[in-house]
């Protein structure tokens, strides 16, 4: 995941878990030239929504090891992870990691969602489910969304 890379690039940098907001920014805008400080800044937040980092006192910390995360070497992290996935993105991308096919998870979970007369966020929970695919995170996301 492309997420995860970027992000662990920092921490492998420093060879830590945690880092101060600040030096995590600095390490991906200066140091690396990858995004601007905005952006690295809108990072830490699509990554601690994915659950892949915490904020604790004014740290960043991994909620992964980043020791483990292979950086390739010519890795450049593109913009499109700076957008935040959606439940129904996530829920599809867990589908696809899982050996599913994305065409017929898309036909199958707009068919479910008719069916069921719900959101698609949670025709496809449903039939991640049906499949034994643990979709939790991303399902809880989709709740919260529709209390919003």
């Known amino acids: 995941m492309s997420l995860e890379v970027a992000v662990a690039v920092p921490f492998k940098q420093r060879g830590t878990d945690r880092l101060g ?3 995590f920014v600095v ?5 690396r030239d990858w995004f601007s400080p905005d952006q ?3 990072l830490i937040d699509v990554a ?13 910390v991994a909620s992964f ?3 483990t995360v292979t950086v390739p070497e010519e890795y450049e992290p593109d913009e499109s992870i700076l957008r935040e996935q959606s439940a129904f993105e996530r829920i599809l991308d867990s589908l696809v990691a899982a050996g599913h096919d994305k ?3 898309v036909a199958a979970v707009n068919e479910l969602q008719r069916e069921l007369a719900v959101s698609v966020e949670a025709a496809a929970a449903v039939y991640a489910k049906r499949r034994g695919v643990d979709v939790s ?3 809880s996301k989709a709740t919260r969304e ?3």
Request: charge should be negative; charged fraction near 40%; glycine fraction near 14%.
């Open 137 to 139: 995170d991303a399902a």
């Open 65 to 67: 090891d980043p020791a």
């Open 21 to 23: 907001e600040g030096e």
């Open 40 to 42: 690295a800044k809108r």
């Open 27 to 31: 390490a991906l805008s200066l140091d």
């Open 103 to 105: 065409q017929e998870v």
């Open 48 to 60: 601690a929504g994915r659950g892949l980092l915490a904020r604790e006192d004014g740290d960043v």
């Open 146 to 148: 529709l209390g919003d």
